[in-house]
């Protein structure tokens, strides 16, 4: 077989056994991300049963000396580097048990100038039954096999207490070396370049599968799928390759499957292995990826809402204690920021538009759209306001009302 027959061979398939040997069966240079969640050295067995069906599930943790673990992982390390492309990257997972081994390992593999990122993925967590610091955060090393490694800039949403100005506004190093708002000529404060919300950092706050979650399939270890989609989204694209030799019960399978990758995952259990195709046949898509603490309150989620109705895939930047703005937009019009406004439920239309009118002069913006959520006797009082600067747009909902009371 060739090496290319081969690789198709065991595109979207999970493969049962070591992963030593496995791995000599898939083609050198043709794999995009390795994910690997290794035995941490906890000197532990991991078991739990699923709750649906009562299966127990096990693995071995167990070593005699961390040489024979050190070993272990360079052995197996080695080989996913040979299976990397050129631009493709390892992430490794582990915790303070090894952390030390496995960097080391890595260092030796692929070389300290590789070393990207450690990623430390923290979770709240209330009790603890030892002596010492409450451990809340796993590490994630990540390194890639050259310089010429794929990367996606990823951004998450600006914090409710990010002030409206500090996004749109262009800054500047005053004289004492701060940062403060550049000034055009008249005074007027300068807009920035379109950002897309705040740079992912090297701190993932992500929640540790609770046991009642409703991903969890009773896998002890389990990570949660939102981690795994974040590092497949960060250094892949579409129709890549994305392997996991230590797989469990699959989640790096099915974050990669979520997401329009393709994966090869490979576990030496039995009933992980079975677990893994199980849950790739039943998976359907969540609809949220990641949760929002801040947007807790009813009215938030309800603007929330209205938004992602309304704007659909366009990119925007939510904004949250502003009462003329809720969103704008990614896209500048005229390099000026395209403001958006819902409707609020306690507002008339012209209330809501006159609210806009006034944060389009305050933000110098050219374009703007308020977005109509309810009727009022008032409303014909708007068209004047309308025009090339102020669109109107009617949610769905209220057409259809609207509609049936004709
Ligand atoms: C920490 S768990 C992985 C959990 C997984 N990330 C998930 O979300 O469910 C480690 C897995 O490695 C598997 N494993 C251990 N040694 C292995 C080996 N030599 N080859 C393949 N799989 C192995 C175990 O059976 C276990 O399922």
Redesign the pocket.
């Known amino acids: 077989m060739t090496e290319n027959a081969l690789k198709s061979h065991f595109i979207d398939r999970i493969l049962l ?4 040997s ?1 791995m000599n069966d898939i083609a050198n240079t043709s794999i995009d991300l390795a ?1 690997l ?4 050295f906890s000197a532990k067995t ?1 078991q739990l049963a699923a709750r649906e069906t009562g299966i127990r ?1 096990r ?3 167990r070593w005699k000396n961390e040489h024979i673990y050190a070993d ?1 992982l360079f052995t ?1 390390i080695s080989r996913v580097k040979e299976l990397l492309k050129d631009t493709g990257s390892i992430f490794v ?1 582990c915790d303070k048990s090894a952390e030390h081994i496995v960097r080391t390992v890595l260092d030796q593999v692929f070389g300290a100038e590789h070393f990207q990122s450690e990623i430390v993925w923290t979770y709240k967590r209330w009790s603890n039954a030892k002596k010492g610091l409450m451990p809340a955060h796993q590490n994630i090393y990540f390194y890639s096999k050259t310089d010429t490694f794929k990367f996606n800039h990823l951004y998450t949403p600006y914090s409710d207490k990010t002030n409206i100005d500090q996004i749109l506004q262009k800054r500047q190093r005053s004289k004492d070396n701060k940062s403060v708002y550049l000034i055009n000529k008249q005074g007027e404060q300068v807009i920035g370049a379109e950002k897309r919300g705040v740079p992912l950092s090297d701190v993932w706050h992500i929640p540790y599968l609770n046991p009642t979650a409703r991903e969890r ?1 009773g ?5 949660p799928l939102s981690l ?1 989609q974040q590092i497949v989204e960060l250094v892949t694209e579409e129709g890549d390759i994305v392997l ?9 399978c099915v974050a990669a499957k979520a997401l329009n990758r393709h994966y090869i995952g ?4 039995k009933e ?1 292995f079975k677990l893994t195709q199980q849950r790739l046949e039943t998976y359907i898509k969540p609809s949220v990826r990641r949760s929002d603490a801040t947007k807790t309150q009813a009215s938030k989620e309800w603007i929330d809402k209205c938004l992602a109705l309304s704007l659909a895939s366009i990119p925007f930047n939510r904004i949250l204690r502003n009462k003329g703005i809720d969103a704008i937009l990614v896209e500048h019009f005229n390099s000026k920021p395209v403001l958006v406004k819902v409707q609020d439920q306690s507002e008339t239309l012209k209330e809501a538009c006159d609210i806009l009118v006034k944060a389009m002069q305050k933000k110098q913006s050219e374009k703007a759209f308020i977005i109509q959520t309810h009727n009022c006797h008032t409303n014909e009082q708007i068209l004047p306001l309308l025009n090339q600067h102020l669109s109107l747009i009617v949610m769905p909902a209220l057409t259809i009302k609207q509609a049936l009371q004709s």
């Not at 996991?244 to 790096?252: A, E, I, K, L, N």
């Not at 490979?266 to 259990?269: A, G, K, L, P, T």
């Open positions: 056994g070591d992963c030593f496995l994910y969640d290794p035995p941490f991991h599930y693995f071995s943790d272990f197996r997972h399939v896998y002890p270890t389990q990570k795994l996991d030799p230590f797989c469990g019960s699959g989640t790096t490979i576990d030496e259990s992980a």
